[in-house]
């Protein structure tokens, strides 16, 4: 179980497919930061939600976007290069003003809720 926003399932998941056993289990996301897109959309909008689910033992499948930085092919990544080098994104790919926007968007957190991303492009 991973308890947070985006970022932490961001970090769960990848650590998860990059185990050396290429083993992949069942990931429960409870939802407990900022925006929680990741949890919203699979359904799961509140804790109750995610425990139903859990108590439930109900599984999804969730599709990854693998991006390789800085290499042709995963192959070529040396090991220990493996959590940098090598990502699976859940929900999106940005790049350039949407990854400033994101970052940004941190000191509006507080005060703005998930609305910090609409103030942050403001």
């Known amino acids: 179980m991973a308890a947070g926003g985006d970022g932490s399932y961001h970090e769960v998941v990848n650590g998860m497919l990059a185990r050396p056993d290429k ?10 930061g900022s925006g929680n897109d990741t949890c919203s959309s699979i359904g799961v909008k509140t804790l109750d939600d995610a425990l139903n689910y859990i108590v439930n033992a109900e599984v999804i499948a969730l599709d990854t976007v693998k991006c390789l930085i800085d290499y042709d ?6 090991e220990h290069k493996i959590l940098t080098n090598y990502r699976h994104m859940l929900i999106n790919a940005t790049l350039a003003v949407p990854a400033k926007i994101a970052n ?15 103030v942050a492009t403001l």
């Not at 083993?23 to 407990?32: E, F, S, T, W, Y």
């Not at 092919?73 to 040396?78: A, G, Q, V």
Request: proline share 10%.
């Open 73 to 78: 092919h995963e192959n070529l990544i040396p």
């Open 104 to 118: 940004e968007a941190q000191k509006y957190k507080k005060c703005c809720g998930k609305n910090c991303y609409a």
């Open 23 to 32: 083993l992949k289990l069942p990931i429960a996301m409870l939802p407990n």
